[in-house]
């Protein structure tokens, strides 16, 4: 079922997706991707959402919180300096303080 729903909003045009998708729609789809194994098309969606400053702290947390279960607690720790920034507000004061960023 998640296929054929990928496979649906594959059809919409651009205008439709950004008429349509709200960011929790798009960490949804993203989120929908990644657990049927396209994980490079679902990061780059979620830090799209990621990089958006109208989005909701509490979509971008549950993003984080995604990726902790599937990459590891630490996993911002491998990106890139910008990238892992992203994450910031959402870590807790040790974290933010720890040689692992």
Do not use: H
Request: aromatic letters at 14%.
């Amino acid at each position: 079922m998640i296929r054929e729903c990928l496979d649906f909003a594959k059809t919409f045009s651009d205008r439709e997706r950004s008429e349509i998708f709200s960011p929790m729609i798009w960490y949804r789809y993203a989120k929908s991707l990644y657990k049927s194994g396209n994980t490079e098309n679902a990061e780059s969606i979620f830090y799209t959402v990621l990089e958006d400053p109208s989005v909701l702290s509490s979509v971008k947390k549950f993003i984080l919180e995604d990726l902790q279960i599937w990459k590891g607690n630490s996993f911002y720790s491998s990106l890139t300096p910008e990238r892992a920034a992203l994450f910031l507000p959402f870590l807790n004061p040790s974290e933010k303080t720890s040689d692992r960023i």
